[in-house]
């Protein structure tokens, strides 16, 4: 069945400046500088396929707006808003670990956090039945004083307190499937239990010390923080457990009015900032589950903006399959990384990811209906 699939576009994303890098690492290591991990060119390859493969006519355009500067107060400091204004507007900067910035680069996240809220709107409106924000710059890292791993200011958080406060909603459960760990979220609503922050997403990889299966909330929002650090070499396998046996009947037992995916493509295999293994069958069949579940909890309200991947030759395969499995539309066009992907070993869930899982399953008695 198809759906109206709502689309968050807008070419002064790709603008967002992060320099010249080696990787991750500023100009003055002993290594020749180049191009920086967080680049344009993963998102707008992914849209471009869109496009080649005819999906992109048959989506509905949502036009961004900006978020005001209220809107981002609602999750971040204003001494770390003014710190971002100001050297906006002069060369750039360095929002905090690993994020780097350039002039003009405030006003651009305003515009993504602003184009996560578009797609909300467009959702809770009836314009749509869901959407894909694809913003960049990225926020699933962004803390409400700083800045980290390339991203500056916390989108989805953002959008998700601008549908409570100004939109009317109630529950929201976000459920972050990038490779590194949703810390921003974890740290926002780590008190509030009518958000739900669900993170699946490879041991310590990044930020190497958050993420952990004991770290499940606080005082009224005990319980409201589930972490699923699946080891590195997990495949498809190991993520379709978690989502069969922890992220689905989470979802079934917190009931939200809206859920919300940080959508990361950096759990693909071969990504250069990830370990794991995962395929376009893959995301399709986690975004199957996804759309199910919402379909019987929440209207089919299901809002996913843009995260990592930095494989500009996979992730937009990855994300083609995503938008064909929200909109019920399937292309031409196949992902010629599948027969390679799904070959690799260890696909299917090994003994140790298992474990994991056995305790994270334990975490739903945690959460209180």
Not at 43 to 64: C, D, M, P, T, W
Not at 152 to 180: C, M, P, T
Not at 230 to 248: K, M, T
Request: proline share 6%; aromatic share 8%.
């Amino acid at each position: 069945m198809t759906k109206k699939t709502g689309f968050v576009w807008q070419e002064i994303y790709m603008w967002h400046d992060t320099g010249t890098h080696s990787g991750v690492l500023p100009p003055g290591v002993p290594v020749q500088p180049g191009t920086h991990a967080e680049n344009p060119e993963t998102k707008r390859r992914f849209k471009n396929l869109l496009e080649v493969s005819g999906l992109y006519k048959q989506l509905h355009q949502i036009e961004a707006y900006a978020a005001s500067e209220e809107d981002i107060l609602q999750v971040h400091t204003a001494d770390y808003m003014n710190q971002i204004k100001a050297l906006s507007d002069e060369i750039g900067g360095d929002a905090g670990m690993l994020t780097p910035f350039g002039k003009g680069s405030f006003d651009i996240a305003k515009l993504a956090a602003g184009g996560v809220m578009a797609a909300i709107d467009a959702v809770l409106d009836g314009k749509v039945d869901n959407a894909y924000a694809l913003v960049r710059p990225p926020g699933h890292h962004a803390e409400p004083d700083t800045g980290k791993g390339f991203c500056l200011f916390s989108n989805a958080s953002i959008a998700a307190k601008y549908a409570q406060n100004e939109r009317g909603v109630g529950k929201i459960a976000f459920i972050d499937w990038d490779v590194h760990h949703g810390n921003g979220a974890e740290k926002i609503f780590w008190n509030d239990p009518s958000v739900l922050t669900i993170s699946i997403h490879q041991d310590r990889c990044f930020p190497p010390d958050s993420g952990d299966l004991t770290d499940n909330g606080e005082g009224a929002g005990a319980g409201y923080n589930i972490n699923i650090p699946l080891p590195a070499g997990s495949g498809v396998g190991a993520y379709e457990a978690a989502y069969d046996r922890v992220v689905i009947p989470a979802l079934y037992k917190f009931k939200p009015d809206l859920i919300i995916v940080p959508s990361g493509f950096d759990a693909g295999a071969h990504d250069p900032l990830g370990r794991m293994m995962m395929h376009s069958d893959g995301y399709r069949s986690l975004t199957e589950k996804l759309l199910k579940a919402a379909d019987d909890l929440c209207s089919g309200r299901v809002v996913m903006c843009h995260e990592g991947g930095y494989n500009d030759a996979t992730v937009p395969f990855f994300g083609l399959a995503v938008i064909e499995t929200m909109s019920g539309i399937k292309t031409n066009t196949d992902d010629p990384f599948m027969a390679l992907f799904e070959a690799l070993g260890g696909q299917e869930l090994q003994p140790h990811q298992d474990q994991t899982l056995k305790e994270a399953e334990k975490l739903l008695n945690n959460l209180r209906t």
